[in-house]
Structure formats: C-alpha cells, structure tokens
C-alpha cells in the first residue's frame, strides 16, 4: 500500500486547514498515494478557536470539501476534525473520505487525553467503539493520539483484520514525550503484528510559534514502524508530506514467526465496528 503521511500544523481557522489539506492531498496523489493520512485536530488546532464553535456534522460543508477532494483526486483521505456531541461537548472525531463519492468512514476517540495537566474530557466527548475501515481493499483500525497508550482498542482492530493501524495525533509537547511517542507506537505495533502508521500535527516551534498553555499542539516525528516494531520511516518536527510503500507481506511474515493474537488467552474487551 502506498500511503502518504502529510504532518502539517494546523491554525484556528479550518477554511486555511481545508486549503493545506489539498495542497497535501494533491500533492500525495500525484505521487500515487491510495492513503492520505492527515493528523488529529486538522479542522483546528487545540489552544485556538472554541471546538464548540468550528464543530460540524459530517455532512457539514469542511466535511463534504475533503469527500469531494477524495473522489476527485482517487484516493482515501483521513483527517481529525471536530463534530458535535450529544452531551453539549463535541467528538474529536476522524473522517475517512473514500475515493468513490459517499463512500466513508469515521471514528470518535475513545480515549480522551486527560493527562499532563490537560482536560480533555471537559470539551470532548469520547467515542465507545473500536473500528476498522477498508482502504483499497486492506483493513486498516483507527486510533486517536492518546489512544495509543491503550493496547485494548489495537488488539480489537488487530482482532477484526486490520494489518495496517492509523494513528492520527497532536502529541503535546513535554520533557521525555518524543520518547514516549516512539515506544508507544513500537509497542503497538509489536502487540499487534500489524504496520502502525501514525501522524502528528508538526512543532509549532518550528515555525516560531512557541506554545501557550497547556493545549497538545504537535510534536512532528510521524512514524512508519513494522509489525516487529522498527522504525521503517521517522519525519522531523517540521511540516512535511512523506510518500511510503509499506509492504503488508511483512505483517504475514510475523505473524508466521510471532503469532501473538493467535496465542492471546484472554478476550478483547470491545469489539470493532467497520
């Protein structure tokens, strides 16, 4: 599968984000990619503008932009956006844009970052269920940025058939949280055997904007690791699109020689939703 990591850093102004995410999109399909995968919060950055009030339906009008763009450009998108919830909080929600029109998928973050000193849980409501979507014709599970702390929702996707894992994020930055970003994402795949392909928003910083307050407004770092847990591809911390051929032959190879979901004893709590 040819997928394309596009780690860009959002602003608080989603009809800029939607521009950056064609300018990538577009980009990456020239270049073949079948998947475009764009970070969490690329509607709009954490720290900015009130989710309450940039969040949409799915059918809303930034929603439908990036399905359009999809099947114009041929190609599966995957962007982190904001919908509403039903508590008076919103979704921190991942759009799958399929290539052929109304074809799509979403996930809600399960997990909400309420870590670091940062609340997430205040604003967002959290999701319920694992899912796994179909992308030129492999299941690839989804996960959200703190999520990747939480073996349970890999194994479910691992579980329904995905070898291929997404982890879209806006890591926060922190002494020591780089680290933790690689060693999460390698556990995740070594859990799972399957390829984790995560993407982060890029560092403000690198674009001389330093962060205020508490917000997760990027690390960069976006990662390809194997299903035996190297570091196939590592970006920088700047803003960069990154065209990769993963080999899913691979994820075969290891399960032959680790079969660890075939070994597991004990069930996975929830299972995923296609």
Known sequence: MRIALAQIISTDDPAANLRE????????AADGAELVV??????CAFGGAD????????????????????????????????????????????LVAGPTPGDGAHYDKVHVFDAFGYAESESVQPGDRAVTVRVAGE????????DVRFPALFLATAAAGARVSLVCASWGAGPGKVEQWRLLTRARAVDTTTVVVAVGQGDPATQGVEP??????????????????EVLVELGAAPELRVVDVDLAQVDAARGSLPVLA????????????
């Open 21 to 28: 995410v064609e300018r990538f999109a577009e980009l990456a």
């Open 38 to 43: 764009f970070p969490e919060a690329t509607l």
């Open 51 to 94: 989710l309450g009030t940039v969040a949409e339906p799915l059918d809303g009008p930034w929603a439908s932009s990036v399905r359009a763009l999809a099947a114009r450009l041929g190609t599966t998108v995957v962007v982190g956006t904001f919908t509403p919830g039903d508590d008076g909080r919103v979704r921190n929600t991942l």
């Open 139 to 146: 299941t690839v599970g989804l996960a959200t940025c703190y």
């Open 212 to 229: 205020s307050g508490g917000a997760p407004t990027g690390v960069g770092h976006s990662v390809v690791v194997s299903p035996l847990g």
């Open 263 to 274: 070994n597991q004893r004990f069930a996975v709590a929830s299972g995923p939703q296609g």
